[in-house]
T-cell receptor, first 114, second 113 residues
Framework: GAGVSQSPSNKVTEKGKDVELRCDPISGHTALYWYRQRLGQGLEFLIYFQGNSAPDKSGLPSDRFSAERTGESVSTLTIQRTQQEDSAVYLC????????????FGSGTQLSVL | GNSVTQMEGPVTLSEEAFLTINCTYTATGYPSLFWYVQYPGEGLQLLLKATKADDKGSNKGFEATYRKETTSFHLEKGSVQVSDSAVYFCALSEWNAGNMLTFGGGTRLMVKP
């Protein structure tokens, strides 16, 4: 596609349920990032994939969070046993490569945990 | 660690007013600096960047100068338009930190006609 696509755009879930968020990066982009944006706050780094290298998971807030990426395409972010504090916009971004600093962002998934 | 601090919003201006959004940073080395913009209902997009001291990034009438001595990268525009209403994010990246972008908290700009 022309840009980074994320789905769903909105997700409402009950506390304790698992959720899966999807990101389709721009074709050919080897780098993929997940960020979280809580209401009124800045972007919080979660995880970074670059090609076939081991992902940088240093931003994941707890072991309830995990992410996978299939080759250099789709990525899924999974949150298990969701908590109310997980409510946020989850943003995915991709870039051409590790040294290419221009990130292209998706529109995000608004997650609401009731 | 790296961090970015920018002025809190919202900033409300009249059309054609002068805009400054302050941004300062803390970094261990020599980062690249960025301004990203998020228009209503859209994803973040790169507005401008500067990769070394004294560089000036510019785009769409916006400018920001990389000031190493004051560790700042303030965003300026001489005459704002209603269409500039958006949230602006200052960010940095360092190659020795995996080029991960570290963002500030964002500043909402509202321009009234």
């Amino acid at each position: 596609g022309a840009g980074v696509s994320q789905s769903p755009s909105n997700k409402v879930t009950e506390k304790g349920k698992d959720v899966e968020l999807r990101c389709d990066p721009i074709s050919g982009h080897t780098a993929l990032y997940w960020y979280r944006q809580r209401l009124g706050q800045g972007l919080e780094f979660l995880i970074y994939f670059q090609g076939n290298s081991a992902p940088d998971k240093s931003g994941l807030p707890s072991d309830r969070f995990s992410a996978e990426r299939t080759g250099e395409s789709v990525s899924t972010l999974t949150i298990q046993r969701t908590q109310q504090e997980d409510s946020a916009v989850y943003l995915c971004a991709s870039s051409l490569g590790a040294l290419n600093e221009k990130l292209f962002f998706g529109s995000g998934t608004q997650l609401s945990v009731l | 660690g790296n961090s970015v601090t920018q002025m809190e919003g919202p900033v409300t201006l009249s059309e054609e007013a002068f805009l400054t959004i302050n941004c300062t940073y803390t970094a261990t080395g020599y980062p690249s600096l960025f301004w990203y913009v998020q228009y209503p209902g859209e994803g973040l997009q790169l507005l401008l960047k500067a990769t070394k001291a004294d560089d000036k990034g510019s785009n769409k009438g916006f400018e920001a100068t990389y000031r190493k001595e004051t560790t700042s990268f303030h965003l300026e525009k001489g005459s704002v338009q209603v269409s500039d209403s958006a949230v602006y994010f200052c960010a940095l990246s360092e190659w020795n930190a995996g080029n991960m972008l570290t963002f500030g908290g964002g500043t909402r700009l509202m321009v009234k006609p």
